[in-house]
Structures are given as structure tokens and as C-alpha cells.
């Protein structure tokens, strides 16, 4: 299966742009990547996914690189309510089951 | 918010006892998960249904079981509780089983055994 590699942890200030790295370099063409993030004692939530477009929604825009070997999760203002783990995840079997890694832990200071 | 519910948020019980997890949704989905997520380990696939009456086996399964008699409905039994079993079950819910849909998680379900 392919795997994805993020940074531990992020720092931003509040009201700047976040931009969360994500490196897949073992991508398959039919994987999907798939955002979420955690914010603390609640349950993951669902951020963005995309396949080989950019794509945006009201919460993030999701960059992918032409190659799909990386990508990019953007924050486009972020706020102290974003303060979470963000999971950058690949899909592609049957039954869509998630597979989660460490995740990044972003902080945002005020 | 997608219309999930767990129940109970929060449980202790002793050891070799059994305890039924509920998980409800209001969406309609085809598709259901239990993860368990313990420090660590990030969140890992337990049960999964696809339909009613239709349920599979995820990456820790062991000690598990589950049942599906009603879409909206999806139970996770431990049938003998052990310490191992002390985690925060979480349960998703997906439309469809493609790869490009995403899954709608529920609060949680803290549990302890003692």
C-alpha cells in the first residue's frame, strides 16, 4: 500500500496562510488523496480530497503536484478552531477503509 | 454535521465482561466503520459493514464482533472485555465505497476496562 509521509508539527500565527506538505511518492494512479484532521477529544473530520486536479471547498484548498507525488493542504486564513492533527491520506481499495497516520499537529498562536 | 451518534460516550467495566457499543446515523449511508484509537496507533479499522446484514473484518478485529440488522444501526460487541480493549471507539459512516468518498465520523466512545 502506498504510504504518506507528513512533518510531526506546524507552527502558524493566526489570521496567515497554512500550507500542510504531504509526500506519497509511492502514489498508484487510482488512489485518491484524502485530508482530514482531529481536533482535540473529538472525532476526525473530513477536510478535502482530490485525484490529480487542485481542488477547493469552504474550508481548504487541496494542491496537488503535477506528478501526484506530493501535496498540499491550504489554510488560507487560519484560525485558533484549526488547531488540530490534519491526516493526509490515500485511498484506493474497495470498502474506502482509512488508514491513518501520525498526522501533523498544527498550532496556531494567536 | 453529518447525523451520527454514539452511545454511550463514556464507559467503564471490568474485565471479562461483555460490552455492546451503538452507533446511529441519520444520512442513509450503505457503508459503516468501528476504529479504535489508542495512543500511538492512530485510528485502526476494526469491523466495517457495506449493508445490512453484510459486515467484514478490518485490521484489528480480534476480540470483536459486530452486527448491522437496520441501516441506521451498527453495533460493536466486545464479548469479554480485556485492558487491551481500553481505547476510544469511533464510528464513520460513508456513502459509497469508492475511493473518492470520504467518511463522516462520529464523537467517540471512551472506553475503560478495569
Known amino acids: 500500500d502506498a504510504k504518506t509521509t507528513q512533518p510531526n508539527s506546524m507552527e502558524s500565527n493566526e489570521e496567515e496562510p497554512v500550507h500542510l506538505p504531504c509526500n506519497h511518492s509511492?502514489?498508484?494512479?487510482?488512489?485518491?488523496i484524502h485530508w482530514y484532521r482531529q481536533l482535540p477529544s473529538q472525532g476526525p473530520e473530513y477536510v478535502i480530497h482530490?485525484?490529480?486536479s487542485n481542488v477547493n471547498n469552504r474550508m481548504a484548498s487541496l494542491a496537488i503536484a503535477e506528478d501526484r507525488k506530493s501535496s498540499t493542504l491550504i489554510l488560507h486564513r487560519a484560525t485558533l478552531r484549526d488547531a488540530a492533527v490534519y491526516y493526509c491520506i490515500l485511498t484506493h481499495n474497495a470498502g474506502n477503509m482509512l488508514t491513518f497516520g501520525g498526522g501533523t499537529r498544527l498550532m496556531v498562536k494567536p | 454535521d453529518a447525523g451520527i451518534t454514539q452511545s454511550p460516550r463514556h464507559k467503564v467495566t471490568e474485565t471479562g465482561t461483555p460490552v455492546t457499543l451503538r452507533c446511529h446515523q441519520t444520512e442513509n449511508h450503505r457503508y459503516m466503520y468501528w476504529y479504535r484509537q489508542d495512543p500511538g496507533h492512530g485510528l485502526r479499522l476494526i469491523h466495517y459493514s457495506y449493508g445490512v446484514k453484510d459486515t467484514d473484518k478490518g485490521e484489528v478485529s480480534d476480540g470483536y464482533s459486530v452486527s448491522r440488522s437496520k441501516t441506521e444501526d451498527f453495533l460493536l460487541t466486545l464479548e469479554s472485555a480485556t485492558s487491551s480493549q481500553t481505547s476510544v471507539y469511533f464510528c464513520?459512516?460513508?456513502?459509497?465505497?469508492?475511493?473518492?468518498?470520504?467518511?463522516?465520523f462520529g464523537p467517540g466512545t471512551r472506553l475503560t476496562v478495569t
Open positions: 509511492t502514489i498508484s494512479g487510482t488512489d485518491y
Open positions: 464513520a459512516i460513508s456513502e459509497s465505497e469508492g475511493a473518492g468518498y470520504e467518511q463522516y
Open positions: 482530490g485525484l490529480t
